[in-house]
Each structure stands twice: as C-alpha cells, then as structure tokens.
C-alpha cells in the first residue's frame, strides 16, 4: 500500500483528495493535516508520499516542505497548487518537491499520478506548458549555460533515459519503454546526475528543458 498525506488548508480539499485516493485499491491515505499540523502529523504516520498545498494562509507551504525535507525519513512530497504558472513552483522544486499537481487534476489521473511520485518518478501536471516551465527557467532555476552544455556530453543512452525522467516515468517504467533492467536505468539515472551535477531528478528535468532536449525529442526513441 501507499500511505499518503494531505496537506491543504481547505477542509473541502483534503476530504476530496482522500475520497478520490481512497478508492484505490493500492493507495491508503493516512493523515489529512492544515499547515500548522502537517510536521506532527507527517512524524507520527509515516506516510510515502505528502501532497502539499503550496500557498496556506497559517503557514507557507515552502516552509513545510523544508520541514519535511530535513526529516530523517522524509516523505516524497509533490505541491498542490491551482495555478499551473504559480511563481513557487520552481522554488519548491529546487528545494526538494518532486513535483507538482493542480487541484483540478482529473479524478482518474490522480492515483496514477500518486503511484508515479511513490515509484520514484517526477510528477508535472498534465496540464504544465514547456513554456512554463522554460520561463521558470530562465528566471533563476537554471542559470549557468555551462550547466546546458553538459546535457551535450551524455552518451544516446543517457539523453533517452533523461527525457523519460522529465516526462515522469519511473526507473522500472524507463526500462519497460527502452528494455533496460531498473537497476540498469538507476545506474544511468546516477550517472545523469553526476554527470550534470544536479540533485535530484527534477532539477534533471528543468535541465533538460532549458537545453532544448525536450523539444528535440518528445518521445524517447531507444538508441541504436
């Protein structure tokens, strides 16, 4: 099962999202939490996944997820926002969010989604234009071209493996589109980071925008 939580200031918000989530078979939401709460809450049900409402009038959702962040079991967290052009988005990325999801995401995407955040991939709303996130982009979440041009230097392999990364594929899903073993597509996903020397697979992502990788591909293509 995976145990998630919902962090949202709005009451109608978080019984909705434990309705929807609750109907799977596979997903079990442990705890709903206003912002003030979410901390407490996260530490005494453990839950894999925090899906986090970004702006919260009792505290900021950025300060909740640094909050989470330092846990010594953190939580795959992923922001909830109403605004696919929401100023924070990228901010919360860069500070550990793996990803994001509008609070009008279709009821049927939502635990897909969930299952896609718990396998380790990276969640961008169905509903984010690359222009979105290229914009973010060139205001601050990716400055230095010298970071662009080492996207140039993976290998064919690489480069297919990180556009699925930045569509949000998970490793087993990775392999299962290019016939690769997941522990083979987690050693690629290890080199790519270092490789770039970025973080975490979302900043990947932004990286592979910025440099036009997305553009060029769409749709990985196994290599030859």
Do not use: W
């Not at 919260?56 to 795959?76: E, N, W």
Request: zero cysteines; a negative charge; hydrophobic letters at 45%.
């Amino acid at each position: 099962m995976i145990r998630v939580a919902v962090v949202d200031d709005e009451a109608l918000v978080r019984s909705g999202f434990s309705l929807i989530l609750g109907a799977a078979d596979d997903i079990e939401v442990v705890a709903t939490a206003t912002g003030t709460e979410a901390l407490a809450s996260v530490r005494e049900h453990r839950p894999d996944v925090v899906l986090l409402d970004i702006r919260m009038p009792d505290v900021d959702g950025l300060t909740v997820l640094r909050q989470l962040r330092a846990l010594p079991q953190a939580p795959i967290v992923a922001m909830l926002t109403t605004f696919d052009t929401d100023e924070y988005i990228v901010t919360a990325l860069r500070s550990g969010a793996a990803g994001f999801l509008l609070k009008d995401t279709e009821p049927d995407q939502l635990a897909q989604l969930v299952r896609s955040l718990a396998a380790g991939g990276v969640v961008l709303s169905p509903k984010a234009s690359r222009s979105m996130l290229q914009s973010h982009s060139q205001g601050g979440a990716v400055t230095d071209d010298a970071e662009v041009a080492r996207v140039g230097r993976l290998t064919d392999r690489e480069r297919a493996v990180l556009v699925l990364v930045a569509e949000g594929l998970s490793n087993a899903d990775i392999g299962g589109r290019i016939h690769l073993s997941a522990g083979t597509v987690k050693d690629h996903v290890s080199a790519i980071l270092a490789k770039l020397r970025v973080s975490s697979r979302v900043r990947a992502a932004l990286l592979a925008q910025r440099s036009g990788l997305l553009d060029d591909s769409g749709r990985a293509e196994e290599p030859r």
